[in-house]
Each structure stands twice: as structure tokens, then as C-alpha cells.
């Protein structure tokens, strides 16, 4: 079975403050890890995955295969940033999606 | 213009009648999926299709069905048996290989009453 966790329903930072929004998953296999963000009354979109090792919107995230974990990082937090974020995990065996349960990123100026 | 889209965007439908929600994409995407949104439950997978007249159940696929006649077009059926329909529902669409990540519909909220 393959699952998502993501522990921390709400995370408020101050503006310029660093960002952590963790994920962990359970998967057997080598999976392919996502995060999606979704701002104020806009479409869930796809912000990073973890193949590309990139970054956007000056958001990255490193595969931790020792410690399961995919978590979202940010130096410098913007008050644009706030959304909701979600982890999702791919596996070979289903070819959908799964998600965790989301993180409300809130950041006050 | 490409994308993907779900009408509609409300729905309001009595206790113990099914509702067709309604799912179109024209990316010529092979796979498509429905999720169901629940506040402080993320999204949680309903049923997929990789093809044309498949389709697989997903984690909470009771008091559902769904049909895959056409690529582009993945309707969902909420019947009476599902215990709990109203949420926020979502489809998405992907193309299966090179690039595996999905694109989401806006949504549709349907509220049973």
C-alpha cells in the first residue's frame, strides 16, 4: 500500500521567515514524488516534482529515500506563497495519484 | 484552447437521487481520474482510466461508477448508495510516459440536501 503524510495541517510564517512543509510516504517500490499547490480560487497545479530537481517559485524539495520524505522548502517566504499545498506519491504498481492531506501555508506580512 | 473541464461548478441534488457530474478534456490525454476533496482529508482517489473502456476503482470507489466511452470524456455517477456525496469533486487528466503528472479540472461542489 502506498501512503502520504503530511503532519502539519496549518504552517504560519512572517514574510522573509524560511519555509518547511513536510512530507513523508510509505512506498515499497522507487516512487515519483509531487507537490501541487492550490491558491485562493485557482486549479490545483503541479509546483514541483522531485525528477526534475528543480526549483520554482523559488521552492525546492529533495527525495530522502533513508528517511521517506519529500519535503517543500523555501528560504524566503512571500506573501504570494500562501495556498494550500499537498505531497502526492506515484508507484508503479497503480498509476494514480495519491495525496496527503494538504498544509494551509499562511504568510503574514 | 487546451484543458480541462467540469460542469458544473455547483450542483444541488436531493437525498436518494444519482447525479452525473460531468468530465471533458481535450489535451488528448490517455489517462483520467476522479478525486473526491474533503476539508482536512486531502484528495482521496475515486476511480481512474489509463484507456478507453477501462477503468480501475480507486481507494473509496463505493456508491460510485463511472464510464469511459470516449478519450475525452470521464463522467462520474453518484448514486443514492453513496452515504455521504456532498464534496468537492475533481477530475484530472494526465498523459501517460514522458510527463505523468496530472492536470486538474476546476471542480465541481455537489451538495445533497
Known amino acids: 500500500a502506498q501512503r502520504v503524510t503530511q503532519p502539519e495541517k496549518l504552517l504560519s510564517v512572517f514574510k522573509g521567515a524560511p519555509v518547511e512543509l513536510k512530507c513523508n510516504y510509505s512506498y515499497s517500490g522507487s516512487p515519483e514524488l509531487f507537490w501541487y499547490v492550490q491558491y485562493s480560487r485557482q486549479r490545483l497545479q503541479l509546483l514541483l516534482r522531485h525528477i526534475s530537481r528543480e526549483s520554482i517559485k523559488g521552492f525546492t524539495a529533495d527525495l530522502n529515500k533513508g528517511e521517506t520524505s519529500f519535503h517543500l522548502k523555501k528560504p524566503f517566504a512571500q506573501e504570494e506563497d500562501s495556498a494550500m499545498y499537498y505531497c502526492?506519491?506515484?508507484?508503479?504498481?497503480?498509476?494514480?495519484?495519491?495525496f496527503g492531506s494538504g498544509t494551509r501555508l499562511q504568510v503574514q506580512p | 484552447d487546451g484543458g480541462i473541464t467540469q460542469s458544473p461548478k455547483y450542483l444541488f441534488r436531493k437525498e436518494g437521487q444519482n447525479v452525473t457530474l460531468s468530465c471533458e478534456q481535450n489535451?488528448?490525454?490517455?489517462?483520467m481520474y476522479w478525486y473526491r476533496q474533503d476539508p482536512g482529508q486531502g484528495l482521496r482517489l475515486i476511480y481512474y482510466s489509463q484507456i478507453v473502456n477501462d477503468f480501475q476503482k480507486g481507494d473509496i470507489a463505493e456508491g460510485y461508477s463511472v464510464s469511459r466511452e470516449k478519450k475525452e470524456s470521464f463522467p462520474l455517477t453518484v448514486t443514492s448508495a453513496q452515504k455521504n456525496p456532498t464534496a468537492f469533486y475533481l477530475c484530472?487528466?494526465?498523459?501517460?510516459?514522458?510527463?505523468?503528472?496530472?492536470?486538474f479540472g476546476q471542480g465541481t461542489r455537489l451538495t445533497v440536501v
Open positions: 484530472a487528466s494526465s498523459l501517460e510516459g514522458f510527463r505523468p503528472e496530472a492536470f
Open positions: 502526492a506519491l506515484k508507484g508503479t504498481g497503480r498509476r494514480a495519484l495519491t
Open positions: 489535451l488528448n490525454h490517455d489517462a
